[in-house]
């Protein structure tokens, strides 16, 4: 009998449409609630993606998962409450109190069978949400009073780089790790980054609370490797791996199955002729997907190169998701965060004057606005290794001085074009840039030399599981020290670097742990909720602050 393999993940839902992801052990026809769609073939692995068509606005339904007519979610002996499709409500024309919540967060590293890691990385965060949820919807007499409208998954999602002792033996049964030209204990090909999503995604409570919430994923450089599109000199010394050409072609490649697909509605996925190929294949079609991401990966900086941002509305709040790592141009006349033509994309969409909105969210894996100290120490080492300096280098990529800051032209065409949006006419309440990567939390408020309409914020939550060295809680409180600030803005004035084109500070944070952010909007208000799981697992507040 086919097996579920993976899923069912819930990804984007629209008002009267669902899309549900699934894995399989075995070619196959997948249904939910009377749809059906058959599977596709890559490396082996089978995959579906079923769009329910025709459901009612605003409602919420209990689902099953059929592989060719027999059921197979849920899956006995789990006791976890139904998965649900709950759609979204139609737009208003005007603001109206509708309750949104957008749980968010960035670096998950996947359950370990070592105890002593397992002590290290401490409790997940992530789980601790999805265990709650399972009990308020079990208690709930409506589960749409407790569901989040969406799960917004920051980036590494999997740790290509750094595997798990289960990952490590699973390699070294099926391939020398001591062979000279390959990639050691790191993640080789499409087979096994299959074995990675599989290994994050299948603990109980996380693959209910995937089957359940709709997920919006963004990958950052672990998803691929430590510090991925750094700088034009990074990509040089990976270019001189004989293992790196297999392995940016399996994780793209990869990336763009479990991860990317699901992103789209499916009027924009049905348009992409990639996907369209894809299902008129007959076979495995890795060759197709290989040849795809190797064209991505080449494309970096190319005006027409592939777009992963996204954008999801959800009534009147919108939510862009941007590509933060393989949109930049790191070529020796120009280094940017995100090319022209995608960054053109990201405008067009932030400023749609049909339809305008009461939040505009930003989802970017790296925080756009860091410590004003760390600001500073990013430009200026970009600064310096424009010069040729090789430590501003060799710093930077030991670092990680890769966020926006380091990359200035975009960081300032950025807070333009936020500025732009924050005071139009039909100005939103709040902009609100969401972020992980940098292993703590923190909110900010962002002000510009003449006042906006809008609040801006920078909303920052990592790890939802993995740690941060010791000394970096020192380095990131320091950051936010006026003082050092102050003198290190003199010191960029002093080398050219232009003055900031705004200035914050924080008004929450830094917060260090395993943590999870929820976002909760209500018609033109909006608050943030940061909580971190306990040492006896369960989350415990750690702030509550009011945006509007």
Same mark, same amino acid.
């Given at each position: 009998?086919?097996?579920?393999?993976?899923?069912?993940?819930?990804?984007?839902?629209?008002?009267?449409?669902?899309?549900? #992801?699934?894995?399989?052990?075995?070619?196959?026809?997948?249904?939910?609630?009377?749809?059906?769609?058959?599977?596709?073939?890559?490396?082996?692995?089978?995959?579906?993606? !079923?769009?329910?068509?025709?459901?009612?606005? =605003?409602? !919420?339904?209990?689902?099953?998962?059929?592989? %060719?007519?027999?059921?197979?979610?849920?899956?006995?002996?789990?006791?976890?409450?139904?998965? $649900?499709?709950?759609?979204?409500?139609?737009?208003?024309?005007?603001?109206? @109190?509708?309750?949104?919540?957008? !749980?968010?967060?960035?670096?998950?590293?996947?359950?370990?069978?070592?105890?002593?890691?397992?002590? @290290?990385?401490?409790?997940?965060?992530?789980?601790?949400?999805?265990?709650?949820?399972?009990?308020?919807?079990?208690?709930?007499?409506?589960?749409?009073?407790?569901?989040?409208?969406?799960?917004?998954?920051?980036?590494?999602?999997? $740790?290509?780089?750094?595997?798990?002792?289960? *990952?490590?033996?699973?390699?070294?049964?099926?391939?020398?790790?001591?062979?000279?030209?390959?990639?050691?204990?790191?993640?080789?090909?499409?087979?096994?980054?299959?074995?990675?999503?599989?290994?994050? +995604?299948?603990?109980?409570?996380?693959?209910?609370?995937?089957?359940?919430?709709?997920?919006?994923?963004?990958?950052?450089?672990?998803?691929?490797?430590?510090?991925?599109?750094?700088?034009?000199?990074?990509?040089?010394?990976?270019?001189?791996?004989?293992?790196?050409?297999?392995?940016?072609?399996? =994780?793209?490649?990869? $990336? +763009?199955?479990?991860?990317?697909?699901?992103?789209?509605?499916?009027?924009?996925?049905?348009?992409?002729?990639?996907?369209?190929?894809?299902?008129?294949?007959?076979?495995?079609?890795?060759?197709?997907?290989?040849?795809?991401?190797?064209?991505?990966?080449?494309?970096?900086?190319?005006?027409?190169?592939?777009? #992963?941002?996204?954008?999801?509305?959800?009534?009147?709040?919108?939510?862009?998701?941007? %590509? @933060?790592?393989?949109?930049?141009?790191?070529?020796?006349?120009?280094?940017?965060?995100?090319?022209?033509?995608?960054?053109? #994309?990201?405008?067009?969409?932030?400023?749609?004057?049909?339809?305008?909105? %009461?939040?505009?969210?930003?989802?970017?894996?790296?925080? +756009?606005?860091?410590?004003?100290?760390? @600001?500073?120490?990013? &430009?200026?080492?970009?600064?310096?290794?424009?010069?040729? &300096?090789?430590?501003?280098?060799?710093?930077?990529?030991?670092?990680?001085?890769?966020?926006?800051?380091?990359?200035?032209?975009?960081?300032?065409?950025?807070?333009?074009?936020?500025?732009?949006?924050?005071?139009?006419?039909?100005?939103?309440? *709040?902009?609100?840039?969401?972020?992980?990567? !940098?292993?703590?939390?923190?909110?900010?408020?962002?002000?510009?030399?003449?006042?906006?309409?809008?609040?801006? $914020?920078?909303?920052?939550? &990592?790890?939802?599981?993995?740690?941060?060295?010791?000394?970096?809680?020192?380095?990131?409180?320091?950051? #936010?020290?006026?003082?050092?600030?102050?003198?290190?803005?003199?010191?960029?004035?002093?080398?050219?670097?232009?003055?900031?084109?705004?200035? +914050?500070?924080?008004?929450?944070?830094?917060?260090?742990?395993?943590?999870?952010? *929820?976002?909760?909007?209500?018609?033109?208000?909006?608050?943030?909720?940061?909580?971190?799981?306990?040492?006896?697992?369960?989350?415990?507040?750690?702030?509550?602050?009011?945006? *509007?």
């Amino acid at each position: 009998m086919t097996s579920l393999e993976l899923g069912p993940l819930l990804r984007h839902v629209g008002t009267t449409t669902a899309t549900i #992801w699934v894995e399989t052990s075995e070619p196959c026809t997948v249904e939910v609630l009377g749809a059906s769609a058959p599977t596709f073939q890559v490396c082996g692995q089978h995959y579906a993606l !079923v769009v329910v068509d025709g459901l009612e606005p =605003g409602t !919420v339904r209990p689902y099953e998962v059929c592989l %060719d007519g027999e059921l197979v979610w849920p899956m006995e002996g789990t006791s976890t409450p139904p998965s $649900y499709l709950r759609t979204r409500r139609e737009r208003t024309p005007e603001p109206d @109190s509708t309750r949104l919540r957008f !749980v968010f967060g960035s670096c998950r590293y996947p359950p370990t069978d070592d105890p002593e890691l397992e002590a @290290s990385l401490g409790i997940d965060a992530l789980d601790a949400f999805a265990t709650r949820l399972m009990d308020e919807v079990t208690a709930a007499d409506d589960p749409a009073t407790v569901l989040p409208d969406a799960l917004c998954l920051l980036g590494d999602q999997v $740790y290509a780089d750094e595997i798990t002792p289960r *990952t490590e033996r699973w390699i070294r049964e099926n391939r020398d790790p001591d062979a000279a030209d390959g990639p050691g204990l790191e993640i080789a090909d499409y087979g096994e980054y299959a074995h990675l999503y599989s290994e994050s +995604w299948t603990d109980r409570e996380l693959r209910w609370l995937l089957s359940t919430v709709p997920t919006a994923m963004i990958f950052d450089d672990h998803d691929v490797r430590d510090d991925w599109n750094t700088s034009q000199t990074w990509r040089e010394q990976m270019a001189s791996k004989p293992w790196w050409p297999q392995r940016i072609r399996a =994780g793209l490649a990869s $990336y +763009w199955v479990y991860q990317h697909l699901g992103n789209l509605d499916p009027e924009t996925r049905d348009a992409d002729p990639l996907y369209r190929k894809v299902l008129e294949a007959d076979g495995d079609v890795f060759e197709m997907l290989a040849d795809f991401a190797g064209r991505a990966d080449a494309e970096v900086g190319e005006p027409t190169g592939v777009r #992963w941002s996204y954008r999801w509305d959800l009534g009147r709040t919108r939510l862009l998701m941007v %590509d @933060s790592r393989c949109a930049r141009v790191l070529n020796a006349q120009e280094r940017l965060m995100i090319n022209d033509h995608s960054f053109a #994309w990201i405008e067009e969409n932030a400023t749609d004057p049909d339809e305008e909105v %009461d939040h505009l969210l930003l989802g970017s894996s790296i925080p +756009w606005l860091m410590p004003p100290a760390v @600001s500073h120490v990013q &430009s200026l080492d970009e600064w310096a290794a424009a010069r040729g &300096s090789k430590l501003a280098e060799s710093v930077r990529q030991a670092v990680d001085l890769e966020h926006w800051p380091a990359f200035r032209a975009s960081f300032d065409r950025l807070a333009d074009l936020v500025r732009g949006v924050a005071s139009g006419p039909s100005a939103p309440a *709040t902009v609100c840039v969401l972020s992980g990567d !940098v292993h703590h939390s923190y909110a900010a408020e962002a002000r510009y030399p003449s006042p906006t309409r809008s609040r801006v $914020y920078q909303l920052t939550c &990592s790890p939802v599981r993995n740690g941060v060295p010791w000394f970096m809680e020192y380095v990131f409180a320091l950051g #936010w020290w006026r003082g050092l600030t102050n003198a290190l803005g003199r010191v960029a004035t002093a080398a050219g670097i232009g003055d900031l084109p705004l200035s +914050w500070s924080t008004i929450g944070g830094p917060w260090f742990g395993n943590a999870v952010s *929820t976002l909760e909007v209500s018609g033109r208000d909006a608050r943030i909720r940061v909580e971190r799981s306990g040492s006896r697992g369960g989350l415990e507040a750690v702030a509550e602050l009011p945006l *509007t």
